[in-house]
């Protein structure tokens, strides 16, 4: 019963630091649109409106890409995040040092977080250079092709694969790469996040392609990594994806010339 509540408790954590980030997507998408955004006399699609680079803009355009990879990315690392807790419960019982599962989940965290801060750069380079629209959706169709059809062939790599395989395997990857300690702890969740990142950073790169701010869009790509990395299937899902995207990009491509 303890065992089986202490899950549940690490559950509803995640569970309920996944839905906070979603929530306050969902309230800054709003403002975006209310307050970014002006449609001109005569269009039905809105432009955007020029503004420079302010600290202020980058501090915010920083905390809504982490806040987002971590709505996306933390509820697929959850079987992870029990395993560590499974194994530090256990040592805690025989008497050896325990660390709380916090400070894995804050390494995993970290990464992300140095993920955003470049795609921060790269939204504000493709801001400077008039390529992104006002729902920070890629003008350019040959662009947003190109992107789409790089998602696809890198699903078929085999860094992609190599990384797909610890993230599906967590058993695994704690046997293989446990750290004893807050450090080590630390260093395990950046470890994990790292292979995450190897697995994902291309998927999170389409979100120039559908729209950084289309949360619909930026669910179902969530929901496609959670299925990749966590049902039986995964690995052959994550191909179809591919394919798929392959086929979509070069129809986009096409299509714009």
């Given at each position: 019963?303890?065992r089986r509540l202490h899950r549940s408790l690490i559950l509803l954590a995640l569970l309920a630091l996944t839905v906070l980030c ?50 996306m990315m933390l509820p697929s690392a959850a079987p992870m995040i029990l395993m560590f807790a499974t194994v530090n419960r256990n ?58 059809i790089a998602a696809g062939i890198y699903q078929f790599t085999p860094l992609k694969q190599a990384c797909l395989r610890h993230c ?90």
């Open positions: 019963m303890l979603w929530l306050w997507l969902i309230s800054l998408g709003r403002s975006m649109s209310e307050k970014d955004m002006v449609s001109m006399p005569g269009m039905a699609m809105p432009m955007p409106m020029a503004s420079p680079w302010s600290a202020a803009r980058f501090g915010l355009t920083f905390a809504m890409w982490w806040v987002m990879m971590i709505g040592k805690r019982a025989s008497g050896q040092d325990f660390v709380p599962v916090s400070v894995f989940t804050l390494g995993y965290l970290l990464v992300w977080g140095f993920f955003s801060a470049g795609a921060t750069v790269a939204q504000s380079a493709l801001d400077q250079l008039a390529m992104l629209s006002a729902s920070l959706t890629m003008i350019s169709p040959t662009v947003g092709g190109a992107l789409l599906r395997s967590p058993f695994a990857f704690v046997l293989n790469r446990w750290h004893d300690g807050r450090t080590g702890a630390l260093r395990m969740g950046m470890e994990h996040g790292t292979f995450c990142l190897g697995c994902c950073w291309v998927l999170m790169a389409l979100l120039f392609v559908v729209g950084v701010m289309n949360l619909l869009l930026v669910a179902a790509i969530a929901a496609f990594v959670l299925v990749e990395k966590l049902l039986p299937g995964g690995v052959w899902i994550g191909r179809l994806g591919g394919g798929t995207m392959i086929v979509v990009g070069a129809w986009l491509a096409a299509g714009s010339a």
